[in-house]
């Protein structure tokens, strides 16, 4: 069998590879501005080593009345190879101290640039290290790097993001095939025995076979219905994409409206309340919340009762309260509802999905559920989402408008 240490040494070779490529160019950088400042100092000592700012000065010689007169003179001469010779020689000892200065610094840029770059790649090592250990069974692991806030840092953070959108995408995928599973166990066993009791009967007649498929027609129309509820608590458990504002008032009307008739034949009374109450979020998944709360205050009623549906702003916050009238619940089993498939009794046909819709797609948007049993019976449901800040102002100046 390979041995699987590709990987391993893969990353780490190409890791060395940009720290060699850093540390050549950063080498290089240097060694080229070093030797402009190095040849252009040369230059400028070389154009003032001249006779008249140069030896004469230093030997304190008397200028002579005309150079070309007395040119040949033999002091002159002397004096004149001497001035050469030195400056030829200071020259010569200035380039070799020139170039040996270069290739020393140039020699300790290189080593100071390994480290640096060294240093600088540093996160790189732990965001591959994280990388290559995170697998689908340990999304919850983060890289979590520490220091100023820079591009790799930027880069840790946009993976820790990114590991947490799979982690919640993965988590909602889990959590559906594990509740379908478990729930569609009872169905598929009541289809499975009316299709045995059916072919098990020869005498079976007509009737029995029309009867046998109306049953196994309804459990199928229940099983859909149970998929697409937990289709919906899925999605609502991943992470919200594109928020834009939603005025949660304007959602409540319309699904005021849309489930009247329902509460109509429940002798369910629905009173509203709706002030303006603009929340970011994704328009579907709020307005399947709405739906969902304000049918189960219909489904869990009781005839003759009442239903409210209020919204509003408090603070930074857009609030949105349900409640119903009903039987006496227990405050803690109320504070449980939220769980799927927590249902307090049969009556009313649901699934026990409808409250955990809620609170997934309330969390998924930043916000929170509250549930609270009055004495007298029935539900109280209570969303607080992150408001619009653009559209707090103006609801503020309303509101004071209203009460003036």
Same mark, same amino acid.
């Given at each position: 069998?390979p041995?699987?240490?590709?990987?391993?040494?893969?990353?780490? /070779?190409?890791?060395r590879t940009?720290?060699f490529?850093?540390?050549?160019a %950063?080498?290089?950088?240097f060694?080229?501005?070093?030797?402009?400042?190095l040849t252009?100092g %040369?230059?400028?000592?070389r154009h003032?080593l001249?006779?008249?700012?140069?030896?004469r000065r230093?030997?304190?010689?008397?200028?002579?009345?005309?150079? @070309?007169?007395?040119?040949?003179h033999f002091l002159y001469r002397y004096?004149?190879e001497?001035?050469?010779q030195?400056a030829?020689?200071?020259?010569?000892r200035?380039?070799?101290?020139y170039i040996?200065?270069l290739?020393?610094?140039?020699?300790?840029?290189?080593?100071?640039?390994?480290?640096?770059?060294?240093r600088?790649l540093?996160p790189?090592?732990?965001?591959? &290290? &994280?990388a290559r250990r995170v697998?689908?069974? @340990?999304l919850?692991?983060?890289i =979590?790097?520490e /220091?100023?806030?820079?591009? #790799?840092?930027?880069?840790?953070?946009?993976?820790?993001l990114?590991l =947490?959108?799979l982690?919640?995408?993965?988590g909602?995928?889990?959590?559906?095939?594990?509740?379908?599973s478990?729930?569609?166990?009872?169905?598929?066993a009541?289809?499975?025995?009316e299709v045995?009791?059916?072919?098990?009967d020869p005498? *079976? +007649?007509?009737?029995?076979?029309?009867?046998?498929?109306e049953?196994v027609r309804?459990?199928?129309?229940?099983s859909?219905a #149970?998929?697409?509820a937990?289709l919906m608590?899925?999605?609502?458990?991943s992470?919200?994409?594109r928020?834009?504002p939603?005025d949660?008032a304007?959602l409540?009307?319309?699904?005021?409206?849309?489930l009247h008739?329902? =509460?109509d034949?429940a002798e369910?009374?629905i009173? &509203?309340?709706?002030?303006?109450?603009v929340?970011l979020?994704?328009p579907?998944?709020?307005?399947?919340?709405l739906? @969902?709360?304000i049918d @189960?205050?219909?489904?869990?009623n009781?005839p003759?009762?009442?239903l409210?549906v209020a919204?509003a702003?408090?603070?930074?916050?857009?609030?949105l309260?349900?409640s119903n009238?009903? =039987?006496v619940?227990d405050?803690e089993?109320a504070? *449980?509802?939220?769980?799927?498939?927590?249902?307090?009794s049969?009556?009313?046909?649901?699934?026990?999905? /409808?409250?955990s819709i809620?609170?997934s797609?309330?969390?998924?948007?930043?916000?929170?559920?509250?549930? +609270?049993?009055p004495?007298d019976?029935?539900?109280?449901?209570?969303?607080?989402?992150?408001?619009?800040?653009?559209?707090?102002?103006?609801?503020?100046?309303?509101? +004071?408008? &209203?009460k003036s």
């Amino acid at each position: 069998m390979p041995r699987l240490t590709g990987p391993r040494r893969l990353i780490p /070779g190409s890791a060395r590879t940009i720290r060699f490529r850093l540390t050549l160019a %950063y080498g290089l950088v240097f060694l080229l501005t070093g030797a402009a400042l190095l040849t252009s100092g %040369y230059f400028l000592v070389r154009h003032n080593l001249d006779e008249r700012l140069g030896l004469r000065r230093a030997l304190r010689l008397p200028p002579f009345p005309d150079e @070309n007169q007395y040119g040949d003179h033999f002091l002159y001469r002397y004096f004149e190879e001497v001035r050469q010779q030195l400056a030829r020689s200071e020259l010569h000892r200035l380039l070799v101290e020139y170039i040996a200065a270069l290739v020393l610094m140039t020699g300790i840029s290189v080593v100071v640039g390994w480290l640096l770059a060294g240093r600088a790649l540093k996160p790189l090592g732990k965001i591959t &290290t &994280t990388a290559r250990r995170v697998s689908g069974v @340990n999304l919850g692991e983060r890289i =979590a790097l520490e /220091g100023p806030t820079d591009e #790799l840092k930027e880069l840790a953070d946009t993976f820790d993001l990114m590991l =947490a959108r799979l982690d919640n995408a993965f988590g909602s995928q889990r959590h559906f095939v594990a509740n379908a599973s478990h729930e569609l166990r009872t169905p598929l066993a009541i289809m499975r025995t009316e299709v045995d009791v059916a072919l098990a009967d020869p005498d *079976a +007649s007509v009737d029995d076979l029309r009867a046998m498929g109306e049953a196994v027609r309804e459990t199928i129309d229940r099983s859909e219905a #149970l998929i697409a509820a937990l289709l919906m608590l899925a999605r609502s458990e991943s992470v919200v994409g594109r928020a834009e504002p939603v005025d949660l008032a304007a959602l409540a009307a319309d699904c005021v409206t849309d489930l009247h008739s329902r =509460a109509d034949s429940a002798e369910i009374e629905i009173r &509203t309340d709706l002030q303006p109450a603009v929340a970011l979020g994704e328009p579907r998944l709020l307005e399947r919340m709405l739906a @969902n709360l304000i049918d @189960n205050g219909i489904r869990y009623n009781e005839p003759g009762g009442r239903l409210t549906v209020a919204t509003a702003i408090a603070g930074e916050r857009a609030q949105l309260t349900v409640s119903n009238t009903g =039987a006496v619940i227990d405050p803690e089993q109320a504070q *449980a509802l939220t769980e799927p498939f927590r249902r307090l009794s049969r009556v009313g046909g649901g699934f026990g999905l /409808g409250l955990s819709i809620v609170r997934s797609v309330a969390e998924a948007h930043g916000g929170a559920v509250e549930l +609270s049993a009055p004495p007298d019976g029935g539900l109280v449901v209570r969303v607080i989402l992150p408001a619009d800040t653009a559209a707090v102002a103006p609801a503020r100046r309303q509101r +004071s408008l &209203t009460k003036s």
